[in-house]
C-alpha cells in the first residue's frame, strides 16, 4: 500500500490558512448510476478552485479526508472520492479492508464515471477551475484524467508512467499525447517502483506532445514520501505543497 494505516498528509506550508467552510461525507450517484463514498471540505471563497483527490489503492481512506482539510484551510474546495462502490459498496471500512480485489476491478469507464461525480461537486461549491490530484494508483488515474475531464491541470504523486505489461493501454506515457491541459509529477528519487528514467521518457513524451509539464524528483525520497510521519522527508513535503498551491492557485505560500 502506499501509506501505513497511521500516516497522515504533512501540513500545508500557508502563510495564515483561509480556513474551512464546512465539511461533510457524502454518498455521490455517478452518470452511469453507480454510488460511491466522498468526502468534501469547502474553503472560505466559494470562488475557490476545487481539486478532486485521487486515493492510492485503499480507496477513501483517512488520509485522504484530512487532505482534503488541508486542501480547504489552504483555500481550494476539495473531494476525495472512492473507487469501490460497484464491488465493495458504501459501507463502513476498518483498516483491514481488503482492496486488493476491488483494485483488481475498477474500470476505465467506470472510473470516468466516478471521478466526473466528483467534479461536480467541486462546480456545485463554485469552483470554475477544477484539477485533480493523485497519489500512487491514484497518481497515474490523476495524470490520465488530463485527457478524459475538463480540468485546469493535474497533479500525480508517485503515479506510475509505463506500463504495466504488454497489454497495458491505459499507461500515462501511451496516453500522454491526448492530454490537454498542464501536468506536474511529484516522484520519490529513491522510489524502488519508478525508475528515473521513466520519468525522464513521461517528460519527454509530453513535451514532444506539446503539454505544459514539470516532474519533480526529490533525491533520496522512497515512494509515499508525502506523509508527516516521514519527518526525514519534510524539506520535500514542504516543496512539494508549495509546488502543488501554487500550481492550483490557493492562498499565498511563505
Known amino acids: ?28 450517484e455517478a452518470a452511469d448510476g453507480n454510488r460511491l463514498l466522498a468526502f468534501a471540505a469547502r474553503a472560505a471563497d466559494p470562488r475557490s478552485p476545487g481539486v478532486v483527490i485521487l486515493p492510492d489503492v485503499r480507496g477513501l481512506h483517512p488520509f485522504y479526508s484530512d487532505l482534503a482539510v488541508r486542501f480547504a484551510e489552504a483555500g481550494a474546495h476539495a473531494t476525495a472520492i472512492d473507487y469501490f462502490g460497484r464491488t465493495a459498496g458504501i459501507g463502513d471500512r476498518g483498516d483491514d479492508f481488503e482492496f ?18 466528483g467534479i461536480a461537486t467541486l462546480r456545485s461549491a463554485g469552483a470554475e477551475r ?3 490530484v493523485g497519489f500512487c494508483m491514484g497518481g497515474r488515474f490523476a495524470f490520465n484524467t ?50 528515473v528514467e521513466a520519468i525522464e521518457r513521461f517528460r519527454q513524451t509530453l513535451d514532444e506532445a506539446g503539454v505544459t509539464n514539470e516532474m519533480v524528483i526529490y533525491d533520496g525520497a522512497p515512494h509515499s514520501f508525502f506523509d508527516r510521519t516521514f519527518d526525514e522527508h519534510r ?14 492557485g490557493g492562498t499565498t505560500i511563505r
Open 146 to 195: 488530463a485527457a478524459e475531464h475538463d480540468l485546469a491541470g493535474v497533479v500525480g504523486f508517485y503515479g506510475g508512467p509505463e506500463g504495466r505489461g504488454p497489454d497495458d493501454d491505459r499507461a500515462p506515457i501511451t496516453v500522454a499525447p491526448g492530454y490537454r491541459c498542464p501536468v506536474l509529477g511529484l516522484f520519490g528519487g529513491a522510489d524502488e517502483g519508478i525508475r
Open 130 to 132: 477544477v484539477f485533480s
Open 100 to 117: 486488493m480485489p476491488h483494485v483488481r476491478q475498477v474500470s476505465t469507464d467506470g472510473l470516468r464515471a466516478d471521478v466526473e461525480a
Open 235 to 248: 524539506e520535500a513535503c514542504d516543496d512539494a505543497w508549495q509546488r502543488v498551491l501554487a500550481f492550483v
Open 1 to 28: 500500500m502506499c501509506h501505513d494505516t497511521t500516516g497522515r498528509p504533512p501540513l500545508p506550508p500557508i502563510a495564515g490558512g483561509a480556513g474551512v467552510a464546512g465539511t461533510e461525507d457524502l454518498i455521490l
